[in-house]
């Protein structure tokens, strides 16, 4: 399915871009849809991170991001590098002792902060001491007048934070920002919004319950981690490529999940599950067609059970994930090394999923043979292995009704109660 982000950039009082914003869409159309705010900000963060790539996006700028006070509570934004973004805390975002604590440690950890389309409450206790935390203060020059901004700008003055005009649509809105000492400046004057999209594969959100409720566990086992991700193929891309973005890109290249899941950490798995949760619980369930899931995991299947008998079970994760990534050029819309350039596979795995003739290759080659009835195909390549045609059919019939119980709703890999 496709998904969008719209990035908007944020100038200098040179014209020199410094910053984006990164909004909110759900289709080509520019204005931002009335949804519930953490599932929004859920949706940007997964479509950026994930699925577009956030240097991609930003091209090494700092991003602003919208958060809502139960992200903030959450801890969110540190699961994200302080380079890479800049904390957006929404108006509708009361000031309250515990914000200015949230606030406070951010500040420790190295982050920007900004308030979005501020309002001086003077009746709230917390409202000044907020602003000692505060980085940046965006003013919104199309919903305010020049007295309320100039009774804006002379509370600011007292604190070492920047101003950013926003909204500005008009020559005489950037000058009359630039005379009142605005650093920064945002609006149709400068740039509207662009909208960037990609494609994305929908996961399942029974899936994310189980990972999370496991990982509640003091005793949880890698193990069972890997083989509900195994089981979504949505969730084992974006391990992957989560693993091969620019904080986490490891020195190894990856051959199967358990792998990857030692390598990035429960503590941060944990961390993004949460994030993919949000969005799929506020709404966002579109689904793969079910015979693409299970084509996929009965090739993964298929080819785990092969390489079993031919190389040894050491080898089978490797041709797992071979079978389970086959359709991802299909899915995505993309040439498959377009596709698993943005992942770190290990060398003869991107190949033979890059259709090069390997041992690899063959072996699925052999699998989508048998799904075709391509029946003389099948016999060529079947005798270059030590497989007879009936353990062929035996695997077969072994990953079809495998992938068949991991479809079936009412399955789970292991009990959570």
């Known amino acids: 399915m496709e998904v969008f982000v719209a990035r908007q950039p944020i100038f200098n009082i040179d014209n020199r871009v ?72 929404l108006e509708n975002v009361t000031p309250s002792r515990e914000l200015v604590e949230i606030c406070r440690e951010l500040k420790k950890l190295g982050y920007k902060i900004a308030l979005d389309d501020y309002i001086f409450y003077s009746n709230n206790l917390y409202s000044l001491e907020l602003l000692k935390f505060v980085d940046i203060v965006k003013i919104d020059f199309m919903n305010t007048n020049k007295i309320e901004r100039k009774e804006i700008e002379k509370i600011i003055q007292s604190f070492n934070i920047k101003l950013l005009a926003e909204k500005v649509e008009t020559k005489e809105q950037f000058e009359e920002a630039k005379q009142n000492g605005y650093t920064y400046f945002q609006g149709y004057y400068f740039s509207q919004p662009v909208i960037i999209s990609t494609f994305d594969i929908p996961a399942s959100f029974r899936s994310y319950l189980q990972i999370v409720r496991l990982l509640s566990n003091e005793d949880v086992s890698i193990e069972h981690i890997s083989m509900i991700i195994e089981q979504d193929l949505s969730l084992a891309y974006k391990l992957l490529k989560l693993i091969n973005s620019p904080a986490h890109r490891p020195t190894q290249k990856i051959h199967s999940i358990h792998q990857a899941i030692i390598l990035l950490g429960l503590i941060e798995i944990k961390r993004w599950i949460f994030i993919l949760a949000i969005r799929e619980n506020a709404g966002w369930r579109q689904q793969l067609s079910e015979e693409v899931c299970r084509t996929s995991l009965t090739r993964a299947k298929f080819c785990e059970l092969i390489s079993e008998k031919q190389f040894g079970k050491s080898e089978s994760p490797k041709f797992f994930l071979l079978g389970l990534f086959s359709l991802l050029d299909a899915i995505l819309f ?20 890059c259709g090069e003739e390997n041992s690899m290759r063959k072996v699925l080659d052999l699998s989508i043979a048998l799904e075709k009835a391509e029946w003389e195909k099948m016999d060529e390549l079947l005798q270059i292995t030590d497989l007879t045609e009936q353990e062929l059919s035996r695997f077969y019939q072994q990953a079809w009704e495998w992938s068949d119980q991991v479809m079936n709703e009412d399955f789970t890999y292991i009990s959570l109660d």
């Open 18 to 89: 410094v910053s984006y914003e990164l909004l909110y869409r759900n289709d080509n159309v520019n204005s931002f849809p009335n949804i519930d705010g953490d599932q929004a900000t859920a949706d940007v963060i997964i479509n950026s991170f994930f699925n577009i790539g956030i240097d991609n996006l930003s091209s090494g700028l700092p991003c602003f991001i919208n958060f809502t006070e139960n992200l903030l509570k959450h801890k969110v934004p540190t699961y994200f590098s302080p380079r890479d973004i800049v904390i957006e805390i």
């Open 334 to 353: 993309k040439p498959m090394d377009e596709v698993l350039n943005q992942l770190s596979l290990e060398e003869s795995l991107f190949n033979a999923l």
